[in-house]
């Protein structure tokens, strides 16, 4: 299935792609140091959450943390999206905390504010209602027409930021049956959920276009 073999992808070198120290300093970054100084203290603050919760397991795709991923996603928002909102870019950086079952929506919202804590949860189906990730991803895309408008910005965003991985593995690994699976449900999201955000919608499209072509399926 889609886990395994995104476990088998993600030894794979990919090239220029930002894997980021841990501890990292928000502020050094050159994509958010234009943010002001009280949102960079409470986007550092859901790095440090990230971190302390999620520090030792690896997201699928890319085998880097949970922590530099959820960054990667608040990138992509930023700089490709132009979403500069702070709660959008907070939520980006915990959207995966709550579906590895570690920590409660509770304390998302002790630390962060009950609406950071309800994007959090829209981008979350936890793990216990799928059997497996491709199961997961479907519920997603079902249920994302329900979702808020900044929910489904995170959900775009991280979309993107996985699609371009995915882009950059070996070329004979595209045929896997689960990982082209992945670019139909991609496909399929920014379909039922037009209006979300042209640039993001755009790029994720030409995407999967491309490799529907390359791929001739």
């Known amino acids: ?25 928000i502020s050094s970054l050159p994509e958010f140091c234009v943010i002001p100084t009280t949102h960079q203290r409470e986007i550092q603050k859901a790095v440090d959450f990230t971190e302390k919760y999620l520090k030792d397991r690896q997201h699928s795709i890319s085998g880097q ?50 609406e950071i804590a309800k994007i959090v949860e829209e981008c979350t189906v936890y793990t216990s209602q799928a059997q497996t990730h491709e199961q997961e991803d479907q519920k997603l895309i079902a249920n994302s027409t329900n979702n808020s408008l900044e929910a489904r910005l995170v959900l775009f965003a991280d979309r993107l930021t996985n699609l371009k991985l995915l882009e950059q593995i070996d070329p004979e690994k595209w045929k896997e049956r689960d990982v082209i699976n992945y670019y139909r449900r991609s496909y399929r999201l920014i379909h039922k959920c037009k209006d979300t955000n042209e640039m993001m919608e755009e790029k994720i499209r030409k995407i999967c276009q491309d490799k529907f072509k390359t791929l001739d399926c």
């Open 1 to 25: 299935m889609i886990g395994n073999t995104l476990r088998r992808l993600s030894q794979i070198n990919f090239g220029n792609y930002t894997f980021f120290p841990r501890f990292i300093n």
């Open 65 to 114: 943390s949970y922590t530099n991923h959820g960054i990667d996603v608040a990138k992509t928002l930023f700089t490709e999206a132009n979403v500069h909102s702070p709660k959008v870019l907070i939520a980006a950086i915990l959207h995966d905390v709550l579906q590895n079952n570690v920590i409660t929506k509770e304390q998302i919202e002790k630390e962060f504010g009950e």
